[in-house]
């Protein structure tokens, strides 16, 4: 199966403080990318869906100005918290499709944030 | 046993016991169902995937069975493991429309030895 990496697992930061999330597709071009936040005990639940070239479109209760998506090109994406507070702490996964491999999305080992 | 409170719903297996995971779906037009585990701190795994033209698809171990009249989706395990145990989660997609996945609320497998 196609690979997709994500970095970091894990980030420490303070309240404030911004952080970036990346998201790569190692083998293969990902025309679209999903951001998922998952809380513990709980589903992964839709961020936003970015295709490259193009502004992310966000889920509704997703502000857009506090988690930044970029995705500047065919196999990087990255997702920026800004000004993060301790409720922004939780476990960030990305996901890519292409369109050459047809339906499947393939996942990111994911990203546990703590903000302190 | 099964259990559905505030957390994820827990399923408890004996080690070599048969697993029956359910997922009930809303979309009646998603046409395409993904079975993923999760293992704890990781992203999850894809195990087995179906489409709405098919009602049944074996993999090793596991089976998917995909009920579209009550929009049921369930996965079996057969002779499971101590490795199985993890949070399995039922997506749903309408292929090729780019659309993201919805996933599921989730079971927690605990197979016991």
């Known amino acids: 199966g196609a690979v997709v990496s994500q970095h970091p697992s894990r980030v420490i930061c303070k309240s404030g403080t911004s952080v970036k999330i990346e998201c790569r597709s190692l083998?293969?071009?990902?025309?679209?990318m999903f951001w998922y936040r998952q809380f513990p005990k709980q589903s992964l639940m839709l961020m936003a869906t970015?295709?490259?070239?193009?502004?992310?479109?966000?889920e509704q209760g997703v502000e857009k100005d506090k988690f930044l998506i970029n995705h500047a090109s065919l196999t990087l994406s990255t997702l920026t918290v800004t000004s993060a507070h301790p409720e922004d702490s939780s476990f960030y996964i990305c996901?890519?499709?292409?369109?050459?491999?047809?339906?499947?999305?393939?996942f990111g080992q994911g990203t546990r944030l703590t903000v302190v | 046993g099964e259990s559905v409170g505030l957390h994820l719903p827990t399923l408890s297996v004996q080690e070599g016991d048969n697993s029956i995971i359910n997922c009930a779906y809303s979309?009646?037009?998603?046409?395409?169902f993904i079975w993923y585990k999760q293992e704890s701190g990781k992203g999850p795994q894809f195990i087995i995937d179906?489409?709405?033209?098919?009602d049944k698809r074996q993999g090793q171990r596991v089976t998917v069975l995909l009920n579209k009249t009550v929009k049921h989706l369930s996965l079996q395990i057969a002779a499971t493991q101590p490795g199985d145990s993890a949070v399995y989660f039922c997506?749903?997609?309408?292929?090729?429309?780019?659309?993201?996945?919805?996933f599921g609320k989730g079971t927690s497998l605990l197979v016991t030895p």
């Open positions: 179906i489409r709405s033209n098919m």
């Open positions: 970015s295709n490259e070239g193009s502004k992310a479109t966000y």
């Open positions: 979309n009646s037009a998603s046409d395409y």
């Open positions: 083998d293969f071009q990902a025309t679209t």
């Open positions: 996901s890519a499709r292409s369109r050459r491999r047809g339906t499947e999305a393939f």
């Open positions: 997506a749903e997609n309408i292929s090729d429309s780019g659309y993201a996945l919805n």
